[in-house]
């Protein structure tokens, strides 16, 4: 059975730093994308960042380029979600999601694995 568990959300401070974790089992860790989405109230779910865990490459959203560092460690079925100058409109859900293909893609509909979400708030 294929299971994503995020964890690692909490409350922070505009400019503060969160780093999130979405561990993985059920497959063969190196042979897919995983991706992080959120999805604030009342909008629809973004793509942020996804990273091939075969050859490290990745992939980010313009929202959070810069700011956010996506990486895996293929060791610990892990992928880290290194979130940085936090601002309030990053408030969200934040979802792991697992797609069987290398293609590195922020569709989340291309995506047929996913967590339950980590709550992050960013006070003002």
């Known amino acids: 059975e294929v299971q994503l568990v995020e964890s690692g959300g909490g409350l922070v401070q505009a400019g503060g730093s969160l780093r999130l974790s979405c561990a993985v089992s059920?497959?063969?860790?190196?042979?897919?994308?995983i991706g992080w989405f959120r999805q604030a109230p009342g909008k629809d779910r973004e793509g942020i960042s996804c990273?091939?865990?075969?050859?490290?490459?990745?992939y980010y959203a313009d929202s959070v380029e810069g700011r956010f560092t996506i990486s895996s460690d293929n060791a610990k079925n892990t992928v880290y979600l290194q979130m940085s100058s936090l601002k309030p409109e990053d408030t969200a859900v934040y979802y792991c999601?697992?797609?069987?293909?290398?293609?590195?893609?922020?569709?989340?509909?291309?995506?047929?694995?996913w967590g339950q979400g980590t709550q992050v708030t960013v006070s003002s």
């Open positions: 999601a697992a797609r069987e293909f290398f293609l590195l893609t922020l569709n989340s509909l291309e995506y047929a694995y």
């Open positions: 990273i091939s865990t075969g050859d490290g490459s990745t």
């Open positions: 059920g497959f063969t860790f190196d042979g897919y994308v």
